[in-house]
Every structure is written in C-alpha cells, then in structure tokens.
C-alpha cells in the first residue's frame, strides 16, 4: 500500500578525497578516479502525496536553485514514477543547508533524497543498489549519495566500489560568498591542458588510478597520512577563475587545519582537522579571517539518506 503521508529524508554531502581527471570523452564527460566520503552535512528532503509533480526550496541558498521540474529531485521524482510504472503525483520540498554550487553535491544529495523519500512513499520495495543503479542517469555523483559512506568512482565517477574507514575523519568546509559552476571548472581544465600541448582527450590518456597511498591511509584510520595524500586535479584551475579561494586555503591551513583543498569543482574549499576540538577551533579561525562567508564543521563517513 503506498503511504498518504509525508516522508522526509535527510541526505549528506560529500567531499572527495581524491579527484583525479583523465581525458574528455566523446560524450562531453572526464574519465574521473574519484574517492568519495559523505560527510554529516545535510539537505532535507520531503515527499507527500499530491494530484501532480511539484517541488519548493527554503533555506540557504534557496533563490538559486530552479524550484521547478528542471530541479534534479523533481526529475528524480519522474524517473523513479517512470521506472515503476507510476505518476510522480508527489509534492517535493527541499530545505537546503548545503551550498549550492558548492562542490559538495548539494544537487545530488537533494536528487539522492528524493529518490528514498519517492521509494518509501510508493513502497517500492527497492533496494539501494537498485536506487544507485538508476541513480546514474541523473548525474555522475547521484550513485554515490545513494549509497553514502566512503566509495571510489570510475568511469565519470558512477562506477562505485566500497571503500574502507578506519576512523571517523573530522572536518571543516568553508563556504564561499560565490559558486562555481561545474562544466565551467572542467572546460577551463581541458583549455589549460590544451594551452600547454598536454593530452586532454580520453583516446590520448590513460584512466586515472586511484592512489593506494590514500586509500591505505583511508583504510589505516590515519588523519595525518590521510592529509598527505589528499589531491584534487581542479584545484589549481578552480583557483585561477576564483583567486579568493587561495586565501580561503591559506586562512585554513594556517589555523591547524591538516590539510586544505578545493570540494569538487568548488566553490567550497575544505579542511582536514587532526580531531573534533580542532576542527571547532579551524572553524573559528576562518569565520575570524574574513575570507568565506560561513562555515560548516562535519565528519565522515556517514550513511546514504536516512527517513527521518
Ligand atoms: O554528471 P553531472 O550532470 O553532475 O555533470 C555535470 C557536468 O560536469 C557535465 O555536464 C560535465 O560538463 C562535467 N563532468 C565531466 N566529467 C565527469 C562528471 C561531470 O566533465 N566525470
């Protein structure tokens, strides 16, 4: 029987660990090694039963994302109803907390979660490795907040593998006063490598490896060896068309922060604290320094969306 009520999830963001961008291929995506880790930074998303699709926004950032069926929880909404033969006859509410254009997968977490809420609502009986399959139609990070947890991801970043955590990581994300905007961040790549005679196409570089160094690291529990082997190809690109981010990353990092780097494509810049008081104390320093406009204090791994 599908439910008549409403069915709220909360879904996390992610930051990757590793991103590391291979050749452009022919159908416009990077060959990516990503190593994903969702971190306790939530959107909330809410699926109630109605005569049509609709969806709203509130929260931080909400004048900036499109409230209509463009929004990718309300086309996760249609294909998951299309999968399963239904109407999406669903209202979708989005409370956001995560930064849009961020880089930290606001957009796919919100899409993530409307696909649990969706499955729940309908009592679709499906499971998440079901969910994550479909998932990648939506976008290359949507499998992964399915599932959540720590992963790495091949191919455009939606072939996903587990991964091991030996510990709980503590962080800090700086929230910049600007976005950036994805292709945006990965055109300017493929630019500078061509500007510099470098390979950029997928026939003329090999697939990105994930580093085993990270994912010792990852896997011993170690924050410090973690730190040392944090990477993210877009980050020197990331900065040229944003050079505030530099300052960002060297407020961080000279606040004790182990490691800073870029979230993704960015805008959000992100730091890695040897524990939980560190991280609090990171968080403060880089509110003091004027240089992102908040701050969000998480740890990771955490779980794929939960039903509230
Ligand atoms: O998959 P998603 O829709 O999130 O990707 C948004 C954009 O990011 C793509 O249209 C593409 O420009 C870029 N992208 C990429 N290579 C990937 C993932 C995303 O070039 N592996």
Known sequence: MPRTRSVTVRAPAKVNLQLSVGGLREDGFHELANVYLAVSGYDEITATPADRLSLTVSGAGAERVPADESN?????ATLLAKHSGAEPNVRIHITKHLPVAGGMAGGSADA???LVACEALWNLGMTRAELACLAAELGSDVPFSVLGGAALGLGRGEQLTPLVCGATYHWVFAIARFGLSTPAVYAAQ??????ADLPFTAADMPAPQPSAQL????????PQALAA???NDLESVA???QPDLAKTLAAGRASGALAGMLCGTGATTGFLAADAGAAEHIAEQLMASGTCSSTLVAHGPVPGPVLL
């Open 239 to 241: 900065t040229a068309m």
């Open 72 to 76: 990718l929880a309300a086309r996760a």
């Open 229 to 231: 082997s944090l990477s």
């Open 215 to 222: 994912l010792d690291a990852l896997a011993a529990g170690d």
């Open 190 to 195: 493929d630019r500078h490598r061509q500007e």
């Open 112 to 114: 993530a979660g409307a």
